[in-house]
Structures are given as C-alpha cells and as structure tokens.
C-alpha cells in the first residue's frame, strides 16, 4: 500500500494516476449508453459489433505511431494531447447522427484511447526511473478506480436523463482535475538512452513479454465476459450468485493493483508475474471444482494473479535495455490488447465446439504457458 500512500500524498505521482483514473472514465462513461446510441440509431446487435471494432480498430491504428509521437512532442506533452485528445472524441460517437459517423467516431475515440495508454504507461516507467520509485501498479489500481466512478456516476442517469448531457459534465469535470494537474508531468521527456540495432537477441524478451501480454490479457477478458455464464451453466449458480464472480475478480485486481508495487520492490517483477501465474494456476483448479463457492474464490484468485501482470510487464517492457521505452510499452500494449478481444472470442468457440468447462482449461493452460515464460524472463535477467 506504500505506493498507494505516496500517489495520495504527493501530486508528481497522483496527476499521471489521475489520467489512469480518467481513461477508464471515458470508456466507462460510453459503455454505459451502448444501449442508449443502438436504440437512437436503431440498429441491430451485428451492426452495433461492426461499429464497436472501429473503436478497436482505432486502438490499434495509432500503436505504430504512438512511440513517433512520444518521443517527438515529449512523454508529457504526449500524455496531455491524449487527455484533450479524449475529452473531445469521447462526446463523438453520443453525437453521432447516423451509423457511419457512429463508426468514424468511435475509430477516433480508439485512436485517442491508444495514446493516451501508451503515453501515460511510459510516463509511469519514465517517472519510476527517474525517482527509483515504483508505483506502476498502483496506477493500474487507479484505472480500475476508473469504473468505480463510472459506476457510481451511472446513478445520475435517471437524474440527468440526457446521454450526451452526462458525456459532456463527465468531460469537463475530468479536463478540469487534468488541467490543475499536467504542470507535474507535462515537461517530462523520456531518458535518452543507447539504441542499438535491430537484432534477433534484441527482439528475443520483447516476444516473451508479448506472448506474456497476450494470453493474460486474453485471460482477463475471457473471465470478465464468460464468468456470470460459467457459474449459471456449470456451477449451477443460483440467480444472486451469477455476478459474484465478476465482482470477486474486479475487487480482487483492485486490491492486488494497490498492493503489487511493493511486492515488485522487493522480489523484482519477474519474480512477481510468476508469483501471480501460480496464483491464478490455483483460481482455475478451484473454478474447475465445479463447486459455485470455490469458483467464486477461484474468480477471486483470478483477479488477485492477474492483477499485478500487465503492470510489471508494461514496467519490463519500458526497460528493456537497447529499446525506447515507449516502443516497449507499445509493443507490449498492442499484444496485451490483441489478446484482450481475440482471447474472449477464441474461448467463444471453444465453449460452442467443446463445452464451457473445456474453455475454462485452456485458460488454466494460458496460465501454465506465463509461468513457464517466467523462467526464460528470469534466465535472461
């Protein structure tokens, strides 16, 4: 919790959190009117897919540029484009008149998403170098907060009952709080560092850290979407017990977020990554029982493993020796998010062919497959 006490009390590390804080607040804040814009629209659930992969699309299209323009304008200055970036974009696609402009809009809702993650990722790794200081973590910790607040605003709903109303107070609540903040961090450039040519040795960590990426970001996403079904269909779940297991996963990588920074301190982050594989191997064995109060812990366990991964390998990546660390933190982020949206998917059709309980041991073996890559992480180092 150190890292949690030094955010909250010194504000060179709180504004970058707060951009954490307010990416997930953007996205947050759009997802809860996907309804609200599929009914104005009046467009069917194929088509509203279609135009929530533009906003996929968008993420992906900026990841080759992001690290051009980091390392042109400045990690601050970068991190700060994304914020106004968002602000604008995010009022789009509640804008968005017809279902074309929905889809360029929320292509350019994604562009700004991708940004400003990788930007604030590498003003984290840049700042934790520059102070010795870790609170990666943490950060993550704060965009998990993100959804809290997103949350708690979706019961302004009926109150404000005006979609873009709620789009518009949101936006300029959170430039606000960035704006009073980007002094602490705008000026932030990344540290020069000896580049050295492209080569396969070079190559070699960064593939490792985004196989790692991949499949614990696929994991992520698989539990958030197919938890509440695994309990109704396998555990046999009573009605109120379905969305337990989401919310133990949620609290629990909230929780772990808050708590990983010192823990890296103290073992290092491979080490730690490993620490959460195990963790997560053990969740899936207790999903598996069958059992709705094991796999409910086991969701728990999930959330806690999971929890500390993408922050160290975001932390790994923006230190690989030889590589900027805004390429890193990009590559890492574009396999990280590959995985994200092809993992629920993929386990979709294993679940269909297969059977649900089927896909759930392929993510037990996607654990398996991180903690092996550990060791080659640990070996290298």
Partial sequence: ????????????YFAPAFVFTSLNIWFGTWAIYIPSVKEKLQIDKADLGIAIFFLSLGVF????????????????????LGVVLNSITALLP???PNYYLLCASLFLFGTSNGLTDIAMNTLVTEIEKEDKRNFMSAAHGFFSLGGVLVGLGSLLIPVINNPFLHMLFTVILVLLVNFTLKKKYYSIEAAPIQKEPLSLNLFKPLFVLGIIGFVSMGSEGAIVDWS???????????????????????????LGR????????????????????????????????????????????NGLGFSVMVPELFRIGGNVKGVESSQGVAFIAGTGYSGFLLGPVILGFLA?????????????????????ATFRLYRRG
């Fill in 352 to 372: 269909e062919g297969i059977s649900l309980k089927a896909s759930f041991w392929a993510l037990l073996i996607c654990s398996l497959i991180i903690l092996l």
């Fill in 94 to 96: 509640l804008l968005a």
């Fill in 228 to 254: 509440a079904l695994y309990l109704k269909e396998i555990t046999l779940a009573p009605e109120s017990l379905i969305g337990a297991g989401f919310l133990a996963f949620s609290a629990m990588m909230t």
């Fill in 61 to 80: 299209a900026i990841f080759p540029l992001a690290s051009k323009i980091i390392n042109r304008l400045g990690v601050g200055r970068a991190t700060w």
């Fill in 258 to 301: 808050f708590l990983g920074d010192g823990i890296s301190q103290r073992i290092g982050s491979v080490k730690l990554v490993a620490l959460g594989a195990l963790i997560a191997i053990l969740g899936f064995i207790m999903v598996l029982s069958t059992n709705t109060v094991l796999a409910i812990f086991g969701f728990a366990l």
């Fill in 1 to 12: 919790m150190k890292s949690l006490q030094l955010i909250l009390s010194n504000p060179r």
